[in-house]
Every structure is written in structure tokens, then in C-alpha cells.
């Protein structure tokens, strides 16, 4: 009996070994390419999380002008991030809240003459796919214009600008977001009231939209020397 005692005390510690050095091996390992990628992925798609509102609006935008010439639209305000139910149409919020839309993030500008208004809004998405299912049911080119709410700003070039005075509306893809734009006249003019469009005055828009789309997009490297990655 005492000889069985001793062998089941050395099996039982040689399983201990075993599992205490797979564990370790676990905890030791390089991460898989797989792991790397879904980090990577990770990090762009919470990028709209952990960067300052400020840095993803910046207070001023370049542009070029109808003419070519070289301006600066100039931030009036920043929303707080908001529910896609709150910074679009409805009909339009079904569409992203069904496709994934996590949260909007609202900034409106005004170009050099302070003539004409935008607004820029990112939709975070999980991923890439989720924001491109949103966008190809997205109509940006409907008429009366239907999608991103305008963002008024009180005591700014941007307090007149309101849903009815939406001129134009665009739409693209960066990664895991839909940035959509929306442009009227700083006045508030109604669309309607108009005449017919015109797209010259806004012609900045698709700039702008870029400015801010294209960094929230860029890939994340994954390093495992730095704080912020656990491998």
C-alpha cells in the first residue's frame, strides 16, 4: 500500500510539472499571426475611443477652393459622441444600428469666407465589413438630402445651419467607419428654397471628409515591447 501511496504521489506531481509547464509556455509564447491581426484590427476600430475629439476633428482643415486656390475651413464645434438614433434621419439609423453602428462622432466646419457649412460625421462600426453594409444601403445623392444631421453650433459661423438647410450629403469608407458629410449654406437657407442645386459651393466637402476619414483608418502595428499591447 505504502509503495502504491509513493506512486501515485510521483504521478500526481509529475502532472502538477506537466500542466505548470504548459501553462508557462502559454504565457511565454509569441503571438500567432491570427492574434497579431485581430490585435491590429482591434486597435483601429476603438481608435475613435482612444484618440481625443480634437485630434480626430482638428481645428483647421485644408482645401482647395472651386477656383484651385489653397483655403482653410476652421472647426466651430465638436458634438459629444452621440447614438446613431440622435445624429442621423431615422431611416437611416435603422439601417446602421442593424449593421453594427456603435456610436457617432459629430463636427461641423466652416470654409474661409464662412459662406458655407459642414458637418462630418464618423460612424464606428466593429469592422470593416459592418461599415461597408451600412454604406452600399446608404443613398447619399437623394434629394431631399437624408442621412447625417446637421450640427448647429450657437455663436459660430455654423448657428444657422440646421437639417432643412442640407444641401448636399457624401459618404466614404475608412476601415471600420462611414464617414458621412453634409453642406449648406451658413445662413440656414432652406434647400428648398434654392433653387435649383448647385454643387460648385460645396465642393470642398469630399476634401474634408478625407482629412478626417484617412487617419482614423490607417492600419495599428501590434509591438509587443510597448505598454499598451499584453502578448
Known amino acids: 500500500m505504502t ?3 509513493v506512486v501515485l504521489a510521483i504521478a500526481c506531481l509529475a502532472a502538477a510539472i506537466t500542466a505548470a509547464a504548459q501553462a508557462h509556455a502559454k504565457l511565454i509564447r509569441k503571438p500567432t499571426p491570427a492574434e497579431l491581426s485581430a490585435a491590429a484590427a482591434a486597435g483601429v476600430a476603438s481608435r475613435w475611443a482612444r484618440e481625443p475629439a480634437g485630434q480626430i476633428f482638428p ?12 483655403e482653410s475651413a476652421g472647426r466651430a464645434g465638436i458634438s459629444p459622441a452621440g447614438s446613431c438614433a440622435a445624429a442621423l434621419d431615422a431611416a437611416v439609423a435603422t439601417i446602421a444600428r442593424r449593421d453594427g453602428c ?8 466652416a470654409d474661409q469666407l464662412n459662406g458655407v457649412v459642414y458637418t462630418i460625421g464618423v460612424l464606428a462600426f466593429s469592422s ?3 461599415a ?12 431631399p438630402v437624408r442621412g447625417l444631421r446637421a450640427a448647429p453650433f450657437p455663436g459660430t459661423a455654423a448657428a444657422s445651419f440646421n ?6 450629403a ?22 428648398a428654397a434654392t433653387g435649383q442645386p448647385r454643387s460648385t459651393p460645396f465642393y470642398a466637402a469630399g476634401e474634408l471628409a478625407e482629412d478626417v476619414g484617412t487617419p482614423l483608418g490607417q492600419p495599428v502595428t501590434v509591438t509587443c515591447e510597448r505598454p499598451e499591447w499584453s502578448c
Open 3 to 5: 509503495a502504491a501511496v
Open 59 to 70: 481645428a483647421t482643415l485644408p482645401y482647395y477652393s472651386d477656383l484651385r486656390d489653397r
Open 102 to 109: 456603435q456610436t457617432v462622432l459629430r463636427a461641423s466646419y
Open 128 to 130: 470593416a465589413a459592418q
Open 132 to 143: 461597408a453594409a451600412f454604406l452600399a444601403h446608404y443613398q447619399p445623392g437623394q434629394s
Open 163 to 168: 437639417d432643412a438647410a442640407r444641401q448636399v
Open 170 to 191: 457624401l459618404s466614404r469608407q475608412d476601415g471600420p467607419y462611414a464617414v458621412l458629410t453634409v453642406a449648406g449654406y451658413a445662413d440656414g437657407a432652406p434647400a
